[in-house]
């Protein structure tokens, strides 16, 4: 699209239709889940259990009981007399193994033939990397054929900062709103970040990366204040990965920062926002209780905003999109759509995203 065109699109329809799938979903925090515990959650209007044996190993079953449908998160873990764990339904007793497999009705007596392990419920793969628990949402039954991806960044021990947030949005609308490179001057508006009076043009060079796109790596604007505390010469790079991971690293000589945003749809109207941030630059022990609070402020400032945008979504209306402001908005758009391409081909992904320098004001 050349630029200055703009573009429209459905509040509804082609954008905000669906979830992808066949990938990794960001489903809590490493030390959310305690040995012996388990934990319901949602994703992509999926209820889903993520439970930690006693013996530290992590699984997510369908937190559905196939008997009476009760939630199997609200049972507890039994140990058998074989040593193996498993859930048991706080309704009937039905006892599951890690994977889904029944492996005890109680009601059943001796001449009851039954084969139990028919039984199923469905077993979704989950793993563990850098202190975070990666679900992966499949459209079958197949195995992933990819791993969570790695984030740079991941230094001085466990996060600095976790914030976690509902917005009462579809994955893309809030994708797009946290992208979204001109709103800074109007929703993000403190005395220590940057003021409504100061803006100036921007020229950004953005270039394809796995799944995604980043901003690459460049001094931080003049008019970004929060910057000033890290001292030296930060340098900055944000990347945005499919199916919504935004993250920002600095580097300030030897020293790093990653701040890192999952998002993760919980319903078609709710999506779940966890925000992260590792550092070894000292001033995140010094400045940590303002650091924190800044940021609480920053996500707050999108989820009002997020309301007040669905008092005009509800109407489904048109939206206008430009160049070069939106044009993110616009990939994120084409990276969706060639996900999904990519997987029912049954071919490689092809980033449809072209390096190009954009160019806004904020």
Not at 65 to 77: E, Q
Not at 322 to 343: C, F, S, T
Request: hydrophobic residues 40%; contains cysteine; aromatic residues 10%.
């Amino acid at each position: 699209m050349p630029d200055g065109e703009t573009r429209t699109a459905r509040s509804e329809g082609r954008f905000g239709q669906g979830f992808l799938t066949d990938t990794w979903y960001v489903a809590a925090l490493s030390g959310d889940l305690k040995p012996g515990k388990l934990a319901r959650h949602e994703l992509l209007g999926e209820p889903v259990l993520l439970g930690r044996s006693r013996g530290g190993a992590l699984f997510a079953l369908r937190d559905i009981c196939p008997h009476r449908a009760a939630p199997l998160s609200a049972g507890r873990f039994r140990t058998e007399p074989s040593g193996t764990e498993t859930v048991e339904c706080p309704y009937h007793g039905w006892r599951f193994g890690q994977d889904g497999a029944c492996t005890a009705i109680p009601s059943l007596v001796a001449d009851q033939a039954m084969e139990v392990s028919r039984i199923r419920v469905r077993r979704y793969p989950v793993q563990e990397s850098q202190g975070l628990v990666f679900v992966w949402m499949g459209s079958d039954l197949a195995e992933p054929d990819h791993p969570p991806p790695v984030f740079p960044g991941v230094v001085g021990g466990a996060p600095r900062l976790v914030d976690r947030i509902d917005f009462a949005a579809h994955i893309d609308h809030a994708v797009v709103g946290l992208m979204d490179p001109a709103h800074g001057p109007y929703v993000h508006q403190q005395w220590w970040w940057r003021s409504s009076k100061s803006q100036h043009d921007k020229a950004k060079r953005f270039e394809p990366r796995d799944a995604g796109f980043a901003m690459v790596r460049h001094e931080p604007s003049k008019n970004s204040r929060a910057y000033a505390v890290l001292g030296g010469q930060p340098l900055t790079e944000i990347t945005f990965r499919l199916p919504g991971l935004r993250w920002e690293h600095i580097t300030v000589g030897r020293r790093q920062v990653l701040s890192l945003t999952c998002l993760t749809p919980v319903t078609a109207t709710k999506t779940r926002v966890i925000q992260l941030a590792w550092s070894d630059h000292p001033a995140f022990s010094v400045l940590k209780p303002f650091i924190r609070a800044g940021a609480r402020a920053f996500l707050r400032q999108d989820g009002h905003m997020v309301d007040l945008q669905n008092q005009g979504l509800k109407y489904d209306p048109t939206l206008m999109w430009i160049d070069d402001a939106d044009r993110q908005a616009k990939w994120y758009q084409a990276l969706k759509r060639e996900w999904i391409a990519h997987r029912r081909e049954g071919r490689d992904f092809r980033n449809p995203v072209e390096p190009a320098v954009l160019r806004w004001r904020s």
